[in-house]
């Protein structure tokens, strides 16, 4: 029994596909089929996966049916939270989603799930992202500070999503928490942020993120251990497609 992790499948099935890394880079050529086969070597019936978001480039929910199937069909029990392209998912919609594939997929939004003695805990999460202007080294000098005001705001609307995970949890006896996060805990101007103050107040043991795809974007935030807990990002292209192993 064990708990993996991964994001940014970004299927595309039933969608047309514009993306201009995923069109031309040599990881993204056959991803659905390699992480298929990574997954079937790796997790068994009795294991917990979770897909932290950007499964699906279709727009709404017909374009997405054959990806969501695909998922599906991975074996062990899937859990999705939100990514910032998961247009077929309305958060104010969760509970028709559940309802739809039960006992299937579960769509982690505003609760929590549980793996043995741990809760898992997530929301989409947000991070300023820039415009940012370079000087001739390449050194941040300026960023478009009306652009982070309204990042600002979202960071504070999936601030109050993620404590609502973790205070439900809090309420039922968890105090053990994996965290997991679709954007990064923190942007390329930050050392902390909401996010690292959340799961340092609660005690998360890990937080797994994903969104930081392609090379020049794997080390936009934090690896490894910061502040006593564990940071990981767990974008497809980051891992080969192969899922990350959370807990035993």
């Known amino acids: 029994m064990a708990l993996y992790a ?6 595309h099935y039933q969608s047309e596909l514009k993306a201009p890394g995923q069109l031309r880079d040599r990881v993204w050529k056959n991803h659905e089929e390699k992480f298929r086969k990574n997954c079937n070597k790796l997790i068994t019936t009795e294991d917990t996966l979770v ?5 699906s480039w279709g727009k709404n929910l017909s374009e997405c049916e054959l990806d969501l199937q695909y998922i599906c069909d991975l074996p062990g029990r899937k859990i999705l939270t939100r990514g910032n392209h998961d247009m077929f998912w309305d958060t104010k919609k969760t509970k028709q989603l559940n309802d739809l594939y039960q ?24 991070t300023f992202e820039g415009p940012f202007w370079l000087d001739r080294r390449g050194r941040i000098v300026d960023w478009d500070e009306k652009e982070e005001e309204h990042a600002k705001k979202l960071v504070e609307r999936e601030l109050q999503r993620l404590r609502t995970s973790f205070e439900l949890a809090k309420a039922d006896g968890y105090r053990k928490f994996i965290m997991f996060l679709h954007y990064p805990p ?3 101007l930050e050392e902390r942020s909401g996010f690292t103050d959340m799961a340092e107040e609660y005690g998360a043991e890990q937080v797994i993120y994903a969104h930081s795809h392609g090379e020049s974007r794997f080390h936009d935030s934090i690896h490894g ?3 006593g807990i564990q940071y990981h990002l767990a974008s497809g292209d980051y891992l080969r497609w192969h899922p990350l192993k959370v807990l035993e």
């Open 225 to 227: 251990e910061f502040r």
């Open 103 to 126: 006992s299937r997929l579960t769509f982690l939004q505003d609760r929590y799930e549980t793996y043995r003695d741990y809760a898992i805990v997530g929301t989409k999460g947000y």
């Open 6 to 11: 991964i994001g940014d499948l970004h299927l």
């Open 51 to 55: 897909l932290i978001g950007d499964h």
């Open 186 to 188: 923190t942007n390329i």
